[in-house]
């Protein structure tokens, strides 16, 4: 839609409710599958900052669920992919890496330790 398109549209739609009117806004957009996406997106990145100031601040490293607990988000497993080597065909982005070294954690059996490059 351009500008000329949109000039002369409403900015609100009357609803009427039990015999009342009432002026609502319309929104400025309506959720469709390029926003989501895009949304998507960036929530991910959002999550990735996050995850890599974290292992700065962790110079010796933490497990991937350490990383969960620390920050809430569930699957940070992939996050912990994306931002080393990736995922099949994915590549990475090379930042950080998941070493040999395990540590027990709480409810598991042995855990890698990720750490950043």
Sequence with gaps: M???DAVGLPLFVQVTDRGCVAY?????????????AAAGRVKAASQRDRIL???RAHPEGLTAAEVEAATGYS?????????????GVQRGLGLIERTEEQRTVPGHSQA???RIR
């Design 112 to 114: 890698y330790i990720w």
């Design 24 to 36: 609502v806004p319309i929104p400025p957009s309506v959720p469709c599958a390029t926003s989501e």
């Design 75 to 87: 699957g940070t497993r992939a996050r912990l992919l994306e931002l080393s080597h990736g995922v």
């Design 53 to 55: 100031a974290l292992l």
């Design 2 to 4: 351009t500008h000329a």
